[in-house]
């Protein structure tokens, strides 16, 4: 269901089996509040920032086709598991 606030606190005067939320810590404060009335069991996916964490030991070329395939190849990125940067040892940054 789309809708804001409002929308969602009506939703939420209601039982439900599992509640699964993505969305903001805003909204998702909310959710979890109205779950717990019911002892509601709930997914809360609040997006993020994912870092990926890049070894020395990895080949360079096939990690950034990994990466990239990772960020772009499902749905142009708007995955909210989408890698949003990248960790290098100073090493590598520099090479």
Do not use: M
Request: aromatic share 8%; glycine share 10%; with cysteine.
């Amino acid at each position: 269901v789309t809708g804001g606030v409002s929308q969602t606190s009506k939703l939420l005067e209601y039982k439900y089996d599992l509640i699964f939320f993505t969305g903001g810590p805003g909204i998702g404060k909310i959710i979890a509040k109205a779950a717990a009335k019911f002892l509601t069991p709930c997914v809360l996916e609040l997006g993020g920032k994912n870092p990926v964490v890049v070894d020395d030991s990895i080949n360079l070329d096939k990690v950034a086709e990994q990466i990239t395939q990772a960020r772009y190849g499902l749905n142009c990125g708007q995955v909210c598991t989408a890698p949003e940067y990248v960790i290098l040892s100073e090493r590598r940054q520099n090479a």
